[in-house]
T-cell receptor
Framework: DSGVTQTPKHLITATGQRVTLRCSPR?????VYWYQQSLDQGLQFLIQ???????AKGNILERFSAQQFPDLHSELNLSSLELGDSALYFC????????????FGDGTRLSIL | TQLLEQSPQFLSIQEGENLTVYCNSS?????LQWYRQEPGEGPVLLVT?????EVKKLKRLTFQFGDARKDSSLHITAAQPGDTGLYLC??????????FGPGTRLSVLP
């Protein structure tokens, strides 16, 4: 058990809809990272938050947004969903330093019909 | 933008064989990490290497960080079916974002 909790585990929705994925980091971790992993693909970094502030941005679409709340949990919002957004979305947390290991949740599997 | 390349992309071997997978970059990394991911689960950290030339052993797994801190290797001795999974290297360059390589998908057949 990594200590990182992601909900929901599975999400099925239709094109054009909006969803929110939730992540609770490991106790004591200040950084939260979001990744997208499509079928048989590597991890694509989307965005990182540190103690409530955006720290780094990767290949995140404008239709996607995220935030980290005062209690350090984070949400990833995906809107105007397209078929190509179907993927596993992982949240990871770390103490904050880029050299610190990241602890991953089990992911949310998003299926767009 | 720093990139990490991994080779081979796919590897299928018989139980008991040895193997080495590689992680390479043109950039210098302050540290490199290796993760293993099993289907339907999140990646799990195996090791972090920090010092150029460093070698770390984890049971049958041996990790090495290149002297120039641009590459790393993972050697598995006497592979077992339980070693099957996606092996990812990851790291952060100085002042750069954390990045993951595309992974090596290992299949160990009984």
């Amino acid at each position: 058990d990594s200590g990182v909790t992601q909900t929901p585990k599975h999400l099925i929705t239709a094109t054009g809809q909006r969803v929110t994925l939730r992540c609770s980091p490991r106790s004591g971790d200040l950084s939260v990272y979001w990744y997208q992993q499509s079928l048989d693909q590597g991890l694509q970094f989307l965005i990182q938050y540190y103690n409530g502030e955006e720290r780094a941005k990767g290949n995140i679409l404008e239709r996607f947004s995220a935030q980290q709340f005062p209690d350090l949990h984070s949400e990833l919002n995906l809107s105007s969903l397209e078929l190509g957004d179907s993927a596993l979305y992982f949240c990871a947390s770390s103490e904050g330093d880029p050299n610190q290991p990241q602890h991953f949740g089990d992911g949310t599997r998003l299926s767009i019909l | 933008t720093q990139l990490l390349e991994q080779s081979p992309q796919f590897l299928s071997i018989q139980e008991g064989e040895n193997l080495t997978v590689y992680c390479n970059s043109s950039s210098v990394f302050s540290s490199l990490q290796w993760y293993r991911q099993e289907p339907g689960e999140g990646p799990v950290l195996l090791v972090t290497v920090v010092t150029g030339g460093e070698v770390k052993k984890l049971k049958r797994l041996t990790f090495q960080f290149g002297d120039a801190r641009k590459d790393s290797s993972l050697h598995i001795t006497a592979a077992q079916p339980g070693d099957t999974g996606l092996y990812l290297c990851a790291g952060a360059g100085y002042g750069q974002n954390f990045v993951f390589g595309p992974g090596t998908r290992l299949s160990v057949l009984p």
